[in-house]
């Protein structure tokens, strides 16, 4: 079991930046797949990056978000990141974070307006 708690969402204008961030309960060392989905408005839940294994593990993104967003994770602060570049009116949703594809997140809501 372990809780999830996202944060560092918000508002940002178009081509601005955000870093999400998930931190666990307790150790994710033995958590060997994570990553980040979201859930524009009226549309269903959808998957923007996973990472397999430690901090150095093989990364993977949706089409939309390669070269712009970055997933990371530090094992020793039980965090998950989300460095998003270049944000687009597009990427507004809530993002989620999960773990071993069972634990969720409450979710954080990122909106790109001007």
């Known amino acids: 079991q372990v809780q999830l708690v996202e944060s560092g969402g918000g508002l940002v204008q178009p081509g601005g930046s955000l870093r999400l961030s998930c931190a666990a309960s307790?150790?994710?060392?033995?958590?060997?797949?994570m990553g980040w989905y979201r859930q524009p408005p009226g549309k269903e839940r959808e998957l923007v990056a996973g990472?397999?294994?430690?901090?150095?593990?093989?990364?993977n993104y949706a089409d939309s978000v390669k070269g712009r967003f970055t997933i990371s994770r530090d094992n020793a602060k039980n965090t998950m990141y989300l460095q998003m570049n270049s944000l687009k009116p597009e990427d507004t949703a809530v993002y989620y974070c999960?773990?071993?594809?069972?634990?969720w997140g409450q979710g954080t809501q990122v909106t790109v307006s001007s």
């Open positions: 999960n773990a071993q594809g069972v634990w």
């Open positions: 307790r150790s994710i060392f033995t958590i060997n797949v």
């Open positions: 990472i397999i294994g430690g901090s150095g593990g093989r990364t």
